[in-house]
């Protein structure tokens, strides 16, 4: 079935560092890679997107970039501040309208 | 209100007892999603709403677990025989839907159950 595998569970970056995840999937028909942040507690909500049909895409200090080929796509924030800790999620889908979320990374901006 | 709603917020039941939770979507959004997430999980995927009909149920663990949308806007989760594993938060999320052209989902704030 369908997987998303997504690294490191856990980030622990310097404020004003950046921070890179991972992600890989195993249905080559997804289409559409978003990612969601929650914060402890709350709710997971979109931060961005990517559709197949582009490589890049950036939202000022948030970027996602995708590789087709590989069945990679990585979530990079620059410039992190502290309102930046929160868990993220990686999911792909859009064959079917299902999603699959990957594991999460907790991601920790120290200030 | 103007976000996707879940009642109850919090269920204590025990074991082999028969449990509903209620998700109210987002008005106008004919897609509905019924994910499951434990602690340090991502959302797991229990089953999709096209309109009224299940679209896809392939993630619902067991025959135990039942959805419902009878009218494509509220739309019911149904566990009966609650096992312990089955503690966790439950998330419903709507998106607005084109054809198969996949959206945002809005999530709930989720109904955490509890199986004694």
């Known amino acids: 079935g369908e997987n998303v595998e997504q690294h490191p569970s856990t980030l622990s970056v310097q404020e004003g560092d950046s921070a890179v995840i991972k992600c890989t999937y195993s249905?080559?028909?997804?289409?559409?890679f978003p990612w969601y942040k929650q914060e402890l507690g709350k709710r997971p909500q979109l931060i961005i997107d990517i559709r197949s049909n582009v490589g890049e895409k950036k939202d000022q200090r948030i970027a996602v970039t995708l590789n087709k080929t590989a069945k990679h796509f990585s979530l990079h924030i620059t410039e992190t501040q502290p309102e930046d800790s929160a868990v993220y999620f990686c999911a792909g889908g859009g064959a079917t309208n299902k999603l699959i979320f990957g594991t999460g990374t907790l991601l920790a901006v120290q200030p | 209100g103007a976000g996707v709603s879940q009642t109850p917020s919090n269920k204590v039941t025990e074991k082999g007892k028969y449990v509903e939770l209620r998700c109210d979507p987002i008005s106008g959004h004919t897609a509905l999603y019924w994910y499951r997430q434990s602690l340090g999980q991502g959302p797991e995927f229990l089953i999709y709403?096209?309109?009224?009909?299940?679209?896809?149920d392939s993630g619902l663990p067991n025959d135990r677990f039942f959805a419902v949308r009878p009218e494509g806007s509220v739309s019911t989760l149904k566990i009966q025989r609650t096992e312990r594993g089955d503690s966790a938060v439950y998330l419903c999320?709507?998106?607005?839907?084109?054809?198969?052209?996949?959206?945002?989902?809005?999530f709930g704030e989720g109904s955490r159950l509890t199986v004694l």
């Open positions: 249905d080559s028909a997804s289409n559409y």
């Open positions: 999320a709507s998106s607005l839907v084109s054809g198969w052209d996949t959206g945002e989902l809005f």
């Open positions: 709403f096209q309109g009224t009909g299940a679209a896809d």
